[in-house]
């Protein structure tokens, strides 16, 4: 067979190899190439509602924060019961509380509630005790910012405290 083979069979296989190649070529860019686009598109959708999910789930985490912070916020003043909620805090803290001023409040602008400025002179034994009243402050039941913080030491530990809670009424 090897023989008959002649220039005519040489030109055959090489338009055969040259069909099959444009073939493929064609074949890729009609079929394949579409197809990798179509993928590359789905996988950046599929990118961006991870993205959006995530953000969502971040969202939610804000709202139950908001949703805390506003059981935080009662509906009155009750001065009385922050008067209260202070010397309990002191008492578990181990602080004595010499006084307590009360100053008054303004309706906060942006956020519509009202404030209730308060001035507490408080004496301890050790710094340890005023970290403890610190610490009640900033994690009691009603919300309450901390505007001025002034701390001095010689033995026993004495701190002047301004704090603001709020409410909505």
């Keep these: ?9 040489t030109l055959i296989l090489v338009v055969v190899i040259g069909i099959a190649g444009l073939s493929y ?8 190439e579409p197809l990798q686009t179509d993928l590359k598109t789905v996988e950046d959708e599929t990118q961006l509602y991870e993205t959006q999910l995530s953000q969502l789930t971040g969202e939610e985490t804000m709202d139950d924060e908001l949703t805390r912070v506003g059981e935080q916020v009662p509906a009155e003043k009750e001065p009385q ?6 010397r ?10 010499e006084s307590i ?4 409040g303004e309706a906060a602008e942006e956020a519509q509630l009202n404030e209730a400025r308060y001035s507490l002179e408080v004496h301890a034994k050790a710094l340890k ?9 900033e994690s009691g039941e009603r919300f309450m910012r901390i505007d001025a ?8 530990v004495d701190l ?6 709020f409410y909505s009424g």
Aim: zero cysteines; proline letters at 0%.
């Design 1 to 9: 067979m090897l023989s008959n083979w002649n220039r005519t069979h």
């Design 25 to 32: 070529f064609f074949g890729y860019r009609t079929f394949v």
């Design 81 to 86: 019961t922050v008067l209260n909620e202070l």
């Design 88 to 97: 309990q805090m002191a008492t578990r803290s181990k602080v004595d509380i």
């Design 101 to 104: 001023v009360s100053s008054s």
């Design 129 to 137: 005790e005023i970290n403890a009243f610190m610490h009640a402050v």
């Design 149 to 156: 913080l002034t701390v001095e030491q010689d033995g026993s």
């Design 160 to 165: 002047s405290l301004e704090i603001t809670t």
